[in-house]
C-alpha cells in the first residue's frame, strides 16, 4: 500500500523493484522454477547481508559467474532446441556451453531477417 511504501526506506523500495525486475525477467526467459528461485535468494541475500545491491543495466550482470551461466545455458538450451540442425544436440550440455559462449542476445522486429 501507498502508507507501507511511505514508511519504507528508499533503499528497500528500490530492492522491490529490482527483485520485481528480476523476477518479471526470470519468468520471460522461462527458466525452470528451480533456477529461478536460487536467484532471487542470491538478490535477497545480498540485500539482507549488505543492505544494499549491485546495480546493473544487464539483470544477469548482478549475478555470480556460476549463475550467470546456468541462466546463459538454460537460455541458450530453450533456443538451439527449436533450431532443427541442432534440436538433437539440445541436450549435450558441453555443446550447449560451447555454443552459449558464442551467442548474442538480441531483440529484432518481427520479420526481420538476422
Known amino acids: 500500500t501507498i502508507a507501507n511504501a511511505l514508511q519504507m526506506p528508499t533503499q528497500e523500495i528500490m530492492f522491490r523493484e529490482r527483485l520485481n525486475e528480476v523476477n518479471s525477467f ?38 555470480p559467474a556460476e549463475l550467470d551461466t546456468v541462466v546463459n545455458v538454460n537460455m541458450c538450451r530453450q533456443v538451439i532446441s527449436k533450431v532443427p540442425i541442432f534440436a538433437a544436440a539440445a541436450e549435450n ?13 538480441e531483440i529484432v522486429s518481427p520479420g526481420q531477417y538476422v
Open 26 to 63: 526470470l519468468e520471460y526467459s522461462r527458466l525452470p522454477q528451480e533456477f529461478r528461485s536460487v536467484c532471487i535468494g542470491y538478490y535477497r541475500h545480498v540485500y539482507a547481508t549488505t543492505g544494499s545491491y549491485k546495480m546493473h543495466v544487464n539483470l544477469l550482470d548482478d549475478l
Open 93 to 105: 550440455d558441453e555443446f550447449v556451453f560451447a555454443l552459449s559462449l558464442k551467442l548474442e542476445n
